[in-house]
Structure formats: structure tokens, C-alpha cells
């Protein structure tokens, strides 16, 4: 398994952005399918993006599509999530994961950060 590293999170007003970083810890991304999950207060963890190995496709959950940009990049292939036009209902812990094939589900990951708080006040 490859230890992630999530950095970026904070708070922002509504409207404002945010821009994710999940870096690997000792070797690189780049035999992993990425993706970011959510889980706000007294919720269900939930899927917001991911992005195949080759980079070349990404995913969307529908309540984040056209705000937010997953992409990788660098030599370790670090993944980021770019956030706009936030609204107070993507107030969540954010967590990057690691997994052999992309897809929409947590069970496809193995492999978790320790999560990154985001907070959009109103």
C-alpha cells in the first residue's frame, strides 16, 4: 500500500476557492488510480472526483461538476483537487485515496489519507 498526504484544506468564504494536494510518501503515484472522497458531519462518506493512471480520464460526482478539477502532475504524480465557487454545503473532511482501477466507490481504494478539513462559511 502507498502512504497519501493531503495538505490545502481550510475555511473560505462561499464562492471562494480551495486547492487540494495528495502527495505519495516515499514513492509515486503513478500505478494508482486516484480519487477524492468527502464526509461532512453526521454523513456518508462520499465520492467528489477521481482520475485514471494515464490522466487521461476523470470523474465528477454531479453535486461538484463544473467547480472542481481533478489533475496530476510532477514526478510522483501528485494528485490536486482545485475547488471554485464553493458553497457551505462542501464543508466536509476531504480524503484523497489510492486504487488499482478508477472508479465512483470507496471500495475501490485501498489505500487512505488521513484527511484535510474544508470548511465554506455562508
Known amino acids: 500500500q502507498v502512504q497519501l498526504v493531503e495538505s490545502g484544506g481550510g475555511l473560505v468564504q462561499a464562492g471562494g476557492s480551495l486547492r487540494l494536494s495528495c502527495a505519495p510518501s516515499?514513492?509515486?503515484?503513478?500505478?494508482?488510480?486516484m480519487g477524492w472522497f468527502r464526509q461532512a458531519p453526521g454523513k456518508e462518506r462520499e465520492f467528489v472526483a477521481a482520475i485514471s493512471r494515464s490522466g487521461g480520464a476523470t470523474y465528477y460526482a454531479d453535486s461538484v461538476k463544473g467547480r472542481v478539477t481533478i489533475s496530476r502532475a510532477g514526478a510522483k504524480n501528485t494528485v490536486t483537487l482545485q475547488m471554485n465557487s464553493l458553497k457551505p454545503e462542501d464543508t466536509a473532511v476531504y480524503y484523497c485515496a489510492a486504487g488499482a482501477h478508477v472508479g465512483a466507490t470507496a471500495e475501490q481504494f485501498g489505500s487512505w489519507g488521513q484527511g484535510t478539513q474544508v470548511t465554506v462559511s455562508p
Open positions: 516515499g514513492r509515486t503515484f503513478s500505478s494508482y488510480a
